[in-house]
Nanobody, 119 residues
Framework: QVQLVESGGGLVQAGGSLRLSCAAS????????MGWFRQAPGKEREFVAS????????VYRDSVKGRFTISRDKAKNTVYLQMNSLKVEDTAVYYC????????????WGQGTQVTVSS
């Protein structure tokens, strides 16, 4: 088991920036990757970005490429999402998640943090 605690959400004007953080509690398994997902009102949850834990390989959804940067600090068991040039359509609850090395899915989720971008 692992607990994920997110922080850094808030209200920002379009064009602004926010940085989300997600700290993982002590764990008894190896992490394969950590990711960020988001869910806007009335929409399904969607993938935003992920980073492989060992090699730092990153993947982004097309709509955030060039604006968002995911990174991880292995010593702190923390993953970050730097969000620049924010758009109104980025408004959503953002969740971080962990995929264990023995799994093919994201099995552990944070409680979510609200990001609201105003025009």
């Amino acid at each position: 088991q692992v607990q994920l605690v997110e922080s850094g959400g808030g209200l920002v004007q379009a064009g602004g920036s926010l940085r989300l953080s997600c700290a993982a509690s002590e764990r008894t398994f190896s992490i394969a990757s950590m990711g960020w997902f988001r869910q806007a009102p009335g929409k399904e949850r969607e993938f935003v970005a992920s980073v492989s834990w060992s090699g730092g390989f990153t993947v982004y959804r097309d709509s955030v490429k060039g604006r968002f940067t995911i990174s991880r600090d292995k010593a702190k068991n923390t993953v970050y999402l730097q969000m620049n040039s924010l758009k109104v359509e980025d408004t959503a609850v953002y969740y971080c998640a962990v995929r264990a090395a023995v799994s093919t899915t994201y099995d552990y989720w944070g409680q979510g943090t609200q990001v609201t971008v105003s025009s």
